[in-house]
């Protein structure tokens, strides 16, 4: 690999995760606004204008408080937890592509940080590494409560990755690629998004990424009612958030993985032509393009968590192996038919 290559690699990397964590801290405001919205309410308005600083004040706060670790708690896999959780949730970004090519001095580069051939299968991984931190964190806590909660996570992930995995197998039937910009590419057109030939498979693909994130109404890990704060129960200060910035790094990245498998990604909803650009502002256009789409998605995830109410245990189990696993394999069987009979 020369420098150039390299130095473009760790500037993707920076830029990317710059966003990234930039945009968690705002989801947060925008988690508290829209909450607010929703019940009628006033949200954080006195830190800085409209409330715009609030994040910076969470953070600073959480910067300041006293790092507590329970005597009786594994101290090694304590720390490492959270840590583990927060590196895996953005280790997945890297395969999102947000854009197709933008060009520097002659020089092109694609946008993403890492286009691979696995970009799949990378995700999957990465999400399942995800779940040690869990496990690992409410295992180490020695705590019933956050041992209920890392046994819940870990169960519910498990559960819902089947669904999720064979939702997303009938996308790469149609694409006939593992590499997310290919499947970018092949719907470059409003009538080819996969959305349209497979809603099913969207369902699925949504509610088990609600279900992987811990997000309501799947949000047994933590139930604060049942369980305190579930597996982070013993966690203060740093460490506590980065449980909380590892679950907005995963809506995020579901949010971008939905608008790039399911909504063709940067791909413009009407012709490129017609926007009467070209170069690299068609590149920006389709920068933004992706980004409303992941907004859309992620004012989505907001949106179900101050509207619904949290499932019964048994009811989660019930969705994931007995409604959701059924209507997966069925949505392969019309995708294989499609596929078959030349449709798609």
Same mark, same amino acid.
């Given at each position: 690999?020369?420098?150039? =290559?390299?130095?473009?690699?760790? !500037?993707?990397?920076?830029? $990317? %995760?710059?966003?990234?964590?930039?945009? $968690?801290?705002?989801?947060?405001?925008?988690?508290?606004?829209?909450? /607010?919205?929703?019940? &009628?309410?006033?949200?954080?308005?006195? $830190?800085?204008?409209?409330?715009?600083?609030?994040?910076?004040?969470?953070?600073?706060?959480?910067?300041?408080?006293?790092?507590?670790?329970?005597?009786?708690?594994?101290?090694?896999?304590?720390?490492?937890?959270? *840590?583990?959780?927060?590196?895996?949730?953005?280790? =997945?970004? *890297?395969?999102?592509?947000? @854009?197709?090519?933008?060009?520097? /001095?002659?020089?092109?580069?694609?946008?993403?940080?890492? &286009?691979?051939? !696995? #970009?799949?299968?990378?995700?999957?991984?990465?999400?399942?590494? #995800?779940?040690?931190? !869990?496990?690992?964190?409410?295992?180490?806590?020695?705590?019933?409560?956050?041992?209920?909660?890392?046994?819940?996570?870990? *169960?519910?992930?498990?559960?819902?990755?089947? /669904?999720?995995?064979?939702?997303?197998? #009938?996308?790469?039937?149609?694409? /006939?690629?593992?590499?997310?910009?290919?499947?970018?590419?092949?719907?470059?057109?409003?009538?080819?998004?996969?959305?349209?030939?497979?809603?099913?498979?969207?369902?699925?693909?949504?509610?088990?990424?609600?279900?992987?994130?811990?997000?309501?109404?799947? &949000?047994?890990?933590?139930?604060?009612?049942?369980?305190?704060?579930?597996?982070?129960?013993?966690?203060? =200060?740093?460490? %506590?958030?980065?449980?909380?910035?590892?679950?907005?790094?995963?809506? !995020?990245?579901?949010?971008?993985?939905?608008?790039?498998?399911?909504? @063709?990604?940067?791909?413009?909803?009407?012709?490129?032509?017609?926007?009467?650009?070209?170069?690299?502002?068609?590149?920006?256009?389709?920068?933004?393009?992706?980004?409303?789409?992941?907004?859309?998605?992620?004012?989505?995830?907001?949106?179900?968590?101050?509207?619904?109410?949290?499932?019964?245990? &048994?009811?989660?189990?019930?969705?994931?192996?007995?409604?959701?696993?059924?209507? =997966?394999?069925?949505?392969?069987?019309?995708?294989?038919?499609?596929?078959?009979? @030349?449709?798609?």
């Amino acid at each position: 690999m020369t420098f150039a =290559a390299v130095l473009e690699t760790l !500037i993707k990397i920076g830029v $990317v %995760f710059f966003v990234a964590l930039t945009a $968690v801290a705002y989801l947060t405001l925008a988690e508290r606004k829209i909450s /607010g919205w929703i019940q &009628d309410r006033i949200g954080p308005n006195r $830190v800085g204008p409209w409330g715009l600083l609030q994040p910076l004040a969470d953070g600073i706060k959480f910067m300041m408080k006293e790092e507590v670790v329970p005597s009786y708690a594994h101290r090694p896999i304590y720390m490492a937890a959270p *840590a583990l959780l927060l590196i895996s949730a953005l280790s =997945a970004l *890297a395969i999102i592509p947000f @854009g197709d090519r933008l060009s520097l /001095g002659g020089y092109e580069v694609r946008l993403a940080i890492a &286009d691979v051939n !696995i #970009g799949i299968l990378f995700f999957l991984a990465m999400s399942s590494v #995800g779940v040690y931190g !869990i496990v690992l964190a409410g295992w180490s806590s020695n705590n019933k409560y956050a041992m209920l909660g890392g046994l819940r996570a870990s *169960a519910q992930m498990i559960s819902y990755e089947l /669904g999720l995995g064979l939702s997303l197998i #009938g996308v790469l039937m149609v694409s /006939g690629s593992l590499r997310l910009s290919q499947i970018v590419e092949q719907q470059g057109s409003f009538s080819s998004w996969n959305v349209w030939s497979q809603p099913l498979g969207f369902l699925i693909f949504m509610v088990s990424a609600f279900a992987e994130t811990n997000r309501l109404p799947f &949000d047994l890990a933590e139930a604060e009612t049942e369980l305190v704060a579930g597996y982070h129960t013993e966690y203060s =200060a740093i460490k %506590f958030s980065m449980f909380y910035m590892a679950e907005y790094v995963n809506m !995020i990245t579901a949010s971008a993985l939905m608008a790039t498998l399911f909504f @063709g990604g940067w791909q413009l909803p009407f012709p490129a032509e017609a926007a009467g650009v070209e170069g690299n502002h068609l590149a920006l256009l389709q920068i933004l393009c992706f980004l409303i789409k992941t907004g859309f998605f992620l004012f989505v995830f907001i949106w179900v968590r101050w509207t619904l109410p949290r499932f019964r245990y &048994d009811q989660l189990m019930h969705l994931g192996w007995k409604v959701l696993l059924p209507l =997966a394999l069925l949505n392969l069987i019309w995708v294989g038919i499609g596929v078959a009979w @030349g449709w798609f």
